[in-house]
């Protein structure tokens, strides 16, 4: 069992930039993958970003790919999402997420996690 806890989440202009944090409440390195996932209001839950276990793999949405970057804190159990050039269409909840099992071919999708934060709102004007 492991808790998260996301924060940094706030309002940004656009082309601003923010990060995100994701503390575990127990050490994840190479026992759990995360990923970041967000929801904006009336959309479905979109994959953002995830890491492998060992930190060693890494993938991005296609929508983010060149903005975001995933970063870690062993030391402080925490996952970080740089969030740079923020614009309106990043405006959403953002969620970290936690499973046992490595990526394999089912890092994408959110059924496959298990444990979840609560979220942290992000929202970018114009």
């Known amino acids: 069992q492991v808790q998260l806890v996301e924060s940094g989440g706030g309002l940004v202009q656009a082309g601003g930039s923010l990060r995100l944090s994701c503390a575990a409440s127990?050490?994840?390195?190479?026992?759990?993958?995360m990923a970041w996932f967000r929801q904006a209001p009336g959309k479905e839950r979109e994959f953002v970003a995830a890491i492998s276990r060992d930190g060693g793999t890494r993938d991005y949405a296609d929508s983010v790919k060149g903005r975001f970057t995933m970063s870690t804190d062993n030391a402080k159990n925490t996952l970080y999402l740089q969030m740079n050039n923020l614009n309106p269409k990043d405006t959403a909840v953002y969620c970290c997420a936690a499973k046992r099992a490595n990526f394999g071919n089912t890092y994408t999708d959110p059924l496959s996690y298990d444990y979840w934060g609560q979220g942290t709102q992000v929202t970018v004007s114009s």
């Open positions: 127990k050490r994840t390195f190479a026992t759990y993958a």
